[in-house]
């Protein structure tokens, strides 16, 4: 059974940091790329990065480019999601998901729901003003 687990959520003040891990298991994902996207309320859940299997390749959504960096440890099926100079614009629910591997990994392609498998439930970070 394909489980995805994100952790590191949490309260912090303007112009801090946090990272976000994601744990996926239940099956090799070491050729998979994977993605964090983010929902805060009333709003579209919305695409913030994505990272091909090999790390070799990262996308950024334009209102986290700079200050947020996606990387992996591929044999571990873990990613991480360094978040800083945090604004109180980037409150939400954070999900991680596994990129299908049928589907070509494009600049167009990450930023859509559609071109995700699976999903983990999410983890809540707040950012105080």
């Known amino acids: 059974q394909v489980q995805v687990v994100e952790s590191g959520g949490g309260l912090v003040q303007a112009g801090g940091s946090l990272r976000l891990s994601c744990v996926a298991s239940g099956r090799t994902f070491t050729t998979y790329a994977m993605a964090w996207f983010r929902q805060a309320p009333g709003k579209e859940r919305e695409f913030v990065s994505a990272i091909s299997w090999n790390g070799g390749d990262t996308y950024y959504g334009d209102s986290v480019k700079g200050r947020f960096t996606m990387t992996r440890e591929t044999n571990k099926n873990t990613v991480y999601l360094q978040m800083s100079s945090l604004e109180s614009e980037d409150t939400a629910v954070y999900y991680c998901?596994?990129?299908?591997?049928?589907?070509?990994?494009?600049?167009?392609?990450?930023?859509?729901?559609?071109?995700?498998?699976?999903w983990g439930r999410g983890t809540q970070v707040t950012v105080s003003s």
């Open positions: 998901a596994v990129h299908s591997p049928t589907l070509p990994l494009t600049s167009r392609g990450v930023v859509a729901r559609t071109s995700y498998d699976y």
